[in-house]
């Protein structure tokens, strides 16, 4: 005796639900690669474009330095330049600073420091004497004088300038009036308000003691002399 079942309703089968499930997990697995390799391209692109921007970025900013020279060692004033003395860095094309381009760089080695020079900063015309400029050799010595209004020209009284300073002997002595050949180191930028301006005057050694010692006791007269 055989037994037939029948689906009412035109229902499904277990079986069949089951085999449908399974193709429709297997469908969505094989389109889940086609987005993350989707995903994937469009990530390369954006970081290709972002390379891209960065790079042009730091291309152009390069284009606007430019390259100046700095001091990479103290020094001191007077002092002779050599290639140790001095470095190459890049500044914004537009900042608005005093500077030496690279370029000059072998021209300036030999140059003399017409002030102290701290190392870190950028160098500047307005720190080297004229090509050429006279210099303190090692038989001279550097004296610093207090001249009042009598006490010299009003004119002629440059760096460079030859003088003769004249000692007077000191009050209630019997010496002699003496000279000393020299020449204007430098002169300083501010007047006292009695009309004294300091001098600096550059004499042999052997006479620097004196000088320095007349000048103390305001017994100093700076007479220019022409060429």
Partial sequence: MST????????????????????????????DPV???????????????????????LY???????EVLAVAT???????IDRSDLRVVTIGEDTDVASI?????????????????????????GQLLPAGDRLVTADEAIVGVLVGPGDSPTTGMTRGAVVS???????GTNGT??????????????VSSSGDRPVE???????????SAAAADRRVTIVVLGD
């Fill in 4 to 31: 037939t079942m029948t689906r009412r309703n035109g229902a499904a089968s277990p079986d069949s639900a089951n085999r449908a499930a399974r193709q429709a997990t297997v469908a969505g697995q094989k389109k």
């Fill in 35 to 57: 987005r993350r390799r989707w995903g994937r391209i469009g990530g390369g692109a954006f970081a290709a474009v972002v390379g891209g921007w960065l790079f042009a970025s």
């Fill in 60 to 66: 152009l900013s390069a284009d606007d330095r430019v």
């Fill in 74 to 80: 103290d020094i001191g004033r007077f002092d002779v």
């Fill in 101 to 125: 381009p690279a370029s000059r760089l072998d021209e300036l080695i030999g140059r003399v420091a017409s002030t102290d020079i701290v190392a870190g900063g950028l160098l500047v015309a």
């Fill in 165 to 171: 300073v004249v000692i007077r002997p000191a009050a």
């Fill in 177 to 190: 009036v003496a000279e000393v050949p020299g020449w204007i180191a430098g002169i300083g930028g501010e």
């Fill in 201 to 211: 005057v550059v004499v042999a050694r052997s006479e620097a003691a004196r000088v």
